[in-house]
């Protein structure tokens, strides 16, 4: 039962990245004229560095080290932990590398909605 929810968990995960660089592209695209083009870019950096920063700052957990299980009929769970359980704490590398996957993720499809938009709204001014 484990194995289905980390699974379905993931899923979900996926649908919500998914979601977020859709909504980052047309947010970008929606809001790109010639006037307000750099302003834009700026804007979209700032909020894709500040989710970003969220997500690195949120890496990390504990590890907890049960002992012994009981079960019932919703599954196992833990009734007694070890002494020294294991917390993880990230580096600082882990969490700059964390940075940087999802800044890129959310950053390339606001870049890629800037241009897009830039480029359709120059070319429908010309005609």
């Known amino acids: 039962?484990?194995?289905?929810?980390?699974?379905?968990?993931?899923?979900?995960?996926?649908?919500?990245?998914?979601?977020?660089?859709?909504?980052?592209?047309?947010t970008?695209?929606?809001?790109?004229?010639?006037?307000?083009?750099?302003?834009?870019?700026?804007?979209?950096?700032?909020?894709?560095?500040?989710?970003?920063?969220?997500?690195?700052?949120?890496?990390?957990?504990?590890?907890?080290?049960?002992?012994?299980?009981?079960?019932?009929?919703y599954g196992k769970y833990c009734i007694e932990y070890t002494e020294n359980a294991n917390y993880y704490n990230p580096e600082l590398e882990s969490r700059i590398a964390e940075f940087i996957f999802i800044m890129i993720l959310i950053y390339i499809p606001v870049t890629i909605g800037v241009f897009k938009g830039r480029w359709n709204k120059v070319e429908n001014d010309k005609c």
């Open 28 to 73: 970008a695209y929606k809001n790109t004229n010639k006037v307000n083009f750099k302003k834009n870019f700026w804007k979209g950096f700032l909020w894709c560095a500040g989710i970003a920063l969220i997500g690195a700052y949120t890496l990390g957990g504990s590890e907890i080290n049960c002992t012994e299980y009981e079960y019932d009929q």
């Open 1 to 26: 039962m484990d194995i289905i929810l980390d699974q379905i968990f993931l899923a979900i995960k996926y649908l919500i990245i998914a979601s977020l660089v859709i909504f980052s592209y047309r």
